[in-house]
């Protein structure tokens, strides 16, 4: 049985607001990538409570695995890391560069209790995917009624 425990937010008040104002500023100095809007909320975070572990995906596309740190303290789980990203075209007559870097740290609270020593994270195609074994002591166990 999977259930979701967190849900896509479709954004604050102020949080629209933001990249409302962000918008307006990109169209008027000509820049549409001016700002990372989403950079209040990146990575975007799903957490899954499963049968028998917790699974979270990230999205951190541009970062690669060894720009990413995760830390599990007790049932706290911190994902960070640096996204460093550079794209460069020449052409006769032309040459565009730009860089875009920036820092991260999400933190969220873990549903259940898991085991520390187990967990397994993968990075692939800018999808960050965390597995975590719930602990024992926390799994559900089945109880057979007798008659």
Known sequence: ???????KREGAPLTRMQEEMNDLFGRF????????????????????????????????????PDDIEISVHGNTMSISGEKKEKTEEKKKGYYHMESRFGSFRREMILPTEVNAD???A????????????????????KIEIQS
């Open 118 to 120: 187990k967990i397994q």
């Open 29 to 64: 100095l000509g820049e549409s990538n001016l700002v990372w809007p989403e950079r209040t909320y990146w990575p975007a975070i799903n957490i899954a409570d499963q049968e028998d572990a917790v699974v979270v995906t990230a999205e951190v596309p541009g970062c690669k």
């Open 1 to 7: 049985m999977e259930r979701a425990i967190t849900r």
């Open 122 to 141: 993968k990075c692939q195609e800018g999808v960050l995917t965390i597995t975590l074994p719930k602990a024992e002591k926390a799994k559900a166990k």
